[in-house]
């Protein structure tokens, strides 16, 4: 989604919030700008597109001043344009602004009957105008930021520079994440502690209504009532070198192949070598008692929790509801008194699954969630956190964090089996050294790139595919055609191959491409009779399988994909590698912008 960055201190800070707002073009984007002051006056260069866009005026006409705002936005009011572009000021203060004003409309109107312009087609534009408003009726700068945070309705995180004050920054969040921090005589504040690596490890995520007042190394924090608080500082744990792409073409494609590194990582985490099993973090009893399970997630964390199900219903015996997070506090179901929750986000900011997080919290609902920030908001508002161990995903599309996720939840699987008896010991032993040999196999699938890259060139070409897949496969095959979607931007749809017959089989025709994920199993042989349905009405097969299942279907295929011969509880972990290849290589031949995908931002911070 959109990011913010903002500094003060007592050097140049144009380039800086240039090398902030980079550190932040991962998350999507539309346009950029930055705010700085001089000579007391406020300083503007916005442009439309890239960040290289913005670096090119910027050489065109510098800003001075060592004190600034920046930002990175994704359109939601307004197209994308200069205009529409923050930061948004007047003469006498600037704002940068992720998530949405809800009532911007009568602020607005009112705002126009006191005599104001606006030039945007912004929700954005009414902030900076109702603090000019209140410093024109005699409020000092912290007075009026004060005042308008308590008549702004929705969502948001600000920074705000004033013209005349070259020592004050503001920053203030509600329902959007924003972290502030400080290295000698200076402060930073940005969406994401990320853009500020390179400047302070010494960060403190601000609290649901915080505002903060930030003067070069002195940081002072507010709550919603306006009273100073404490929130703690600690020191991050990202580093520069994070940032490259280490040789690879893109962000995507590195973070693909880190997959065998952070499989381990995230096993590390739960699995106690001393005892020989899997824990999960804040290990508590009372999941012992679960009797039913709702897990909520957006996108390809939907996914992660789809697979999840298979295995929690399969493996622990525990009844399980997977449900989209847009849709899950809106259809009002009954949750178990007592109940527990399950919520997934990479981010850990999802606007939707954080919405649902806190309608299940106001049900009573023990909250557990899986999250790749654990300093997130998700992570500070749950019981449990079962941290997945990716590291910093720079790809819009997910691709190393799905398969933590899923690691994550395998490891949460068998740990719940054995709270609750469901699995003996010799059971639990047997699934816990599966999921050892992962990162070996994955290692093994990566290796294999040539194939995918031929393939990918003859799929390039196409307008439509689909992907099907069985039992714990069908959500792989959802995924599947989901990547394909965000980063080539070809029709693709991913089904339950047994459902091929009841709609999906009518967009077969000669030469389209069918691809199936279909590890040799006990659901093997079904899967086998829909790829000879789609075979028999001219479709190009692509079975992705172990040697067995390839030799069975041989004369079907057009190519295949072997894959390691694998149990069946680890197989979508690793069959989600080969569609992510893929993917990948179908976009990097239709030339697309494959680490920042059009329309596409990394983490929705808006509902």
């Known amino acids: 989604m959109c990011g913010i960055v903002g500094l003060v201190g007592n050097t140049a800070a144009s380039p800086r919030l240039v090398e902030g707002l980079r550190r932040l073009e991962y998350r999507g984007y539309d346009s950029a700008g930055i705010a700085t002051l001089s000579n007391s006056k406020i300083d503007i260069c916005r442009a439309e597109g890239k960040l290289i866009n913005l670096e090119e005026r910027i050489k065109e006409t510098p800003l001075s001043g060592n004190i600034g705002i920046g930002h ?21 203060v600037a704002v940068v602004h992720n998530g949405i004003i809800e009532n911007f409309s009568s602020l607005r109107s009112m705002l126009k009957a006191e005599g104001h312009e606006f030039i945007s087609d912004t929700d954005s534009e009414v902030i900076p105008k109702l603090i000019h408003h209140l410093l024109e009726q005699g409020y000092k700068p912290i007075e009026a930021v004060a005042s308008a945070l308590k008549r702004l309705e929705g969502a948001f995180a600000l ?103 952070v499989i381990r990582d995230t096993l590390n985490t739960y699995y106690n070598s001393a005892a020989g099993k899997i824990f999960l973090p804040n290990d508590n009893k009372e999941l012992e008692k679960l009797d039913q399970l709702s897990i909520v997630a957006c996108g390809t964390s939907f996914y992660a929790g789809l697979t999840a199900r298979y295995w929690i219903e399969g493996i622990a015996r525990v009844p399980t509801i997977v449900d989209i997070a847009s849709e899950f506090r809106y259809l009002e179901s009954p949750l178990k008194e007592n109940g527990t929750a399950l919520f997934i986000s990479q981010s850990g900011e999802t606007a939707d699954t954080l919405a649902a997080l806190r309608f299940a919290k106001s049900q009573q609902q023990k909250i557990v969630s899986v999250v790749n920030v654990t300093e997130s908001t998700m992570a500070r508002e749950s019981n449990i956190v079962m941290p997945t161990r990716a590291g910093i995903e720079i790809g819009v599309a997910s691709t190393k964090a799905f398969t933590t996720q899923l690691v994550t939840l395998a490891c949460f699987s068998i740990a719940l089996a054995r709270k609750r008896g469901a699995i003996s010991n010799k059971e639990e032993v047997r699934l816990t050294n599966v999921l050892e040999s992962l990162p070996e196999l994955a290692s093994k699938v990566l ?21 099907l897949g069985r039992g714990s496969s069908y959500p792989i095959a959802l995924e599947g055609a989901l990547k394909l979607k965000e980063i080539s931007y070809i029709h693709a749809e991913g089904y339950a191959a047994g459902e091929m017959k009841h709609g999906p089989i009518a967009l077969i025709e000669k030469n389209t491409p069918v691809i199936f994920i279909a590890p040799s199993g006990p659901l093997f042989e079904k899967t086998a009779s829909n790829i000879q349905e789609a075979a028999a009405r001219g479709a190009r097969i692509i079975l992705i399988s172990d040697k067995k299942g390839i030799t069975a279907l041989n004369e079907l295929i057009h190519i295949a994909f072997e894959m390691p011969e694998v149990d069946e509880f680890v197989a979508p972990i690793l069959y989600t590698i080969p569609i992510q290849l893929l993917a990948y290589y179908t976009a990097v031949s239709r030339g ?3 680490d920042q995908p059009r329309n596409l931002a990394k983490s929705v911070t808006v509902e």
């Open 159 to 261: 920074g705000i520079i004033f013209a005349g004050h070259e020592q004050l920054l503001i920053g203030a969040r509600r329902g959007s994440p924003l972290a502030i921090g400080s290295h000698e005589d200076e402060s930073f504040l940005a969406s994401d502690a990320f853009a500020m690596a390179p400047f302070t490890r010494r960060i403190s995520y601000l609290e649901e209504g915080d505002w903060a007042v930030l003067r070069p190394g002195v940081t002072e924090v507010f709550d919603s009532s306006d009273r100073a608080v404490s929130r703690t500082f600690q020191e991050t744990d990202y580093n520069l070198d994070i940032a490259g792409k280490a040789g690879y073409q893109h962000f995507m494609e590195k973070e693909i192949h880190e997959q065998p590194r």
């Open 447 to 467: 290796a294999q790139n040539q194939s995918f890259i031929e393939i990918s060139a003859e799929l390039s070409e196409v307008e439509t595919v689909l992907y």
């Open 72 to 92: 990175t936005r994704w359109a939601t009011h307004g197209a994308p344009s200069v205009l529409n572009a923050h930061p948004h000021s007047t003469k006498s």
């Open 592 to 594: 697309t912008d494959v």
